[in-house]
């Protein structure tokens, strides 16, 4: 029998053009559009060649550029050759997947603020994937703006994390983001004889196009899937935050010399007895407190590391921190701002240690108002590392073992919790906010989740919120009034149609709220009123949906969910890049103030006098990234949590829990288990009980036959079905109504 001769490409042709081909055309695309820019009528293929003589491109290579720029509408094609197109307004976006293929170009700058993200179908893509920076033409209505991607200015990804799959001619890699709808496909001799199964990552050496799956190469074998490290390793790999810091940058930060002695303009405050108090498994401490007992009231001492006395603008290690933007906590892992030399050496407040820091020194009365101000450059002395649990235990549950330990310091202690009782009397009063919102708490074992859990919360962590809360306040309203430029920490008033939809749900629960306000007070009001009784969930969840993302902003708008008129942060500069910003700007007030010309801190900053930024870098501009990055670090500690969430309840399928409904939509119920607030779906389909249609406004599910009712807060039980590691999604069904 005669072999059918193959009419398609060779093996080796089954694979797209390589990134060097994609460079030559891109070099193309920029020379054709130069010379494209100075003809007045179409040229033909031929004057094309001729006139591009000395760069001598090939005539497969040229009429495929041309092709490329044609799709892409820079240029049009007539019978007498090529010729500029009219260009049709662009926007530019970052591209927005969803798992479905179609996604939605986020806009930039001022025009986000003017109209929505443009809708962009799977079809309209064009190469672009997730992340990309890439330039839109819109269509359609402004009420549903649609567009096409023109251009991908700038890749998201040049390396991803999936899973690998050998196949007949080449492999495969599945990437673990379900916003990468697709896989990428690599070559034998490109897979690094990795098995089937394997968590590698992936240099995407081609991205495809419609009919055309991306290329890539294995650079590393992560390892199993199910491995916790390898979990947390892909999630830092996907959000793209950085491991290490650059060999320069570790050299600039161990010749930093420590300062032990007070220099000119920092005042000696080693003889105040600070403590500091935070979590067990804290290792940089940048708060240390101390109450004092006045005529008039209370005065505070809020002592914040000075990271800005070895972090100068420009430095080496001040662009690091900048790109990092913030600290990013994992389990058993911490991504740190700053090197290490730094954040839990130099900076950090250790006991029994002397430390510049920058210190808030604030005045109450006896009801807790603030009645003054000052703050200065220190060098202070921690005389205790407490944590949360130890001065629990000695001021609020008054546990004699813990008094007796830590006698000496008890009556600080006492000072300082009637005063943060105060404090929060005062916010309360104004109408600040106070969300109920539980936190997780992963506990590992080796490369094993052991346990997630509800993380426990007392009246020490309320402690230290207050005292911090009240420094970040000062120091806000006494740059505002000083006029000074700074980045402010900022939370807009909320949405007022989803606070209409939210009181109209309220009733609808027996909530006998007053007329709706666009006022922290009438938040509050709701919140008091729903603490302690079935809707205090629902009340928490639906209100959170109606607020704005908090942000960083040279411009003061105030802060809704404090009820405060000034807020910055400024308490955690080891952590935080904004809160060295406000550091470099209260310095440069103090100096002002004080007239200081020379000294030792004078030449110190020289060259850096008044800046406070890297070069290049405007306070907007600023704002915008760092409120970027914090978001990025938010995102990425909330996939790890979803990722090991997936892999604790891997080996529990068939397993019933406890669980809330947290959400409600028309394709089905999303619930969280009341004990690990580990979240998952329930899909309607699923639910085969009933017929089910959805009530929007009463955020239920009402049974067609039954009438049975799901409501968003209504305890449940529920039965693990399924968990795909994959795209991290968890599927339960349900077993009954829970907490009888």
Known sequence: MTKKKH?????KEHFPRTQQHHDKEHSLSTTLLSFFQKQTKPVSLDTIINELAPAQPSRKLLKETLASLEKKGKLRRRRQGWMLAEQRKTVRATLSLTAKGFGFAVLEGNVARQQKDIFIPASALNGATHGDTVLVQPSGSPKRPEGEVVEVEKRAFTHVCGVYMSGKNSGYVTPDQDKLPFSIQVRRNDAMDADDGMAVRVEILDYGAKQRLPVGRVVEILGPVDSVQVQIRMAVEQFQLPRSFPQHVEQAAAALVPLTEPEPGRKDLRYLRHVTIDGATAKDFDDAIAVQKTKKGFRLFVSIADVSHYVRPGSAIDQEAYQRGTSVYLPDLVLPMLPERLSNDLCSLVPDQDRPAFT?????????????????????????????DTVHQAIYLREQEARRQHKSLLPMLEKAKELAALLQGQRMERGALGFTVPESNIQLEGDRVCSISRLKRNQAHLLIEEFMLAANEAVGATLDQAGASVLFRVHEEPDGDKVKDFAELAWSLGLKLPKTELTPSWFAGALELSKDSPTEYVVNNLLLRTMQRARYTPTNYGHFGLAAEYYIHFTSPIRRYPDLVAHRVMQHLLLRKSGEKTGKAARSNKGTRGKILPD????????????????????????????????YLRDKVTGQFEAIISGVTSFGLFVELVDCLISGAIPVNEMEDDYYHYDSKGHKLVGERTGRVHRLGDLVRVQLDQVDMLSRKITFSLVGKGGE
């Open 7 to 11: 009419r398609g490409r060779s093996k």
């Open 360 to 388: 808030a020194i604030l005045e109450f009365d006896q009801q807790g108002r603030r009645i003054g101000a000052k703050f200065t450059r220190s060098l202070i002395r921690s005389y205790q590392r407490f944590t949360y």
């Open 616 to 647: 290049g870098v405007t306070l907007e501009a600023a704002g915008t990234f760092l409120s970027a990055r914090e978001r990025v670090a938010v995102e990425a500690e909330r996939d790890v949590q979803a990722r090991l969430a997936a892999l």
